[in-house]
């Protein structure tokens, strides 16, 4: 069992590297990187010229709990990260990000998070 979940992140490591060869995200259009693990899912924005993280929600902090403690399901609260993560951005004057899925498939939350970055004003690809 335990060589099965080890095989199951290798997979996982070998697609973002994959990913992240044609994506690098600048100054002017920065990189927004996902985590999902089975229960939470975060996101930063990332500068990978100066390496540093601008701006990052999850859904393990104590504020995204409370502002969304009403929303039932995981896809709601991915789509209301991606508008907090918006904004967020907006405050820090990013409008454009290149969008990094990070080795998971655009579907669910993944997808989710990222409509709701769309609805927040970010422009992604």
């Known amino acids: 069992m335990r060589d099965r979940a080890k095989a199951k992140r290798l997979q996982r490591r070998r ?24 229960r939470h899912i975060s996101a930063q924005i990332i ?12 859904s393990t902090s104590l504020e ?17 990260i991606g508008q907090m993560l918006a904004k967020r951005a907006k405050e820090a004057g990013i409008s454009r990000v290149v969008f990094d ?7 669910g939350r993944v997808k989710a998070l990222a409509d709701g970055a769309r609805e927040g004003g970010l422009l992604e690809f």
């Open 101 to 107: 899925r990070g080795g998971f498939r655009y579907i």
């Open 64 to 80: 995204v709990q409370k502002a969304f403690e009403e929303t039932k399901g995981k896809v709601e609260m991915s789509r209301r």
């Open 47 to 58: 500068d990978d010229t100066s390496h540093r993280t601008i701006c990052s929600v999850t």
């Open 15 to 38: 697609r973002q590297n994959r990913v992240r060869k044609k994506l690098k995200g600048s100054e002017e259009r920065p990189r927004l990187a996902v985590f999902r693990s089975n």
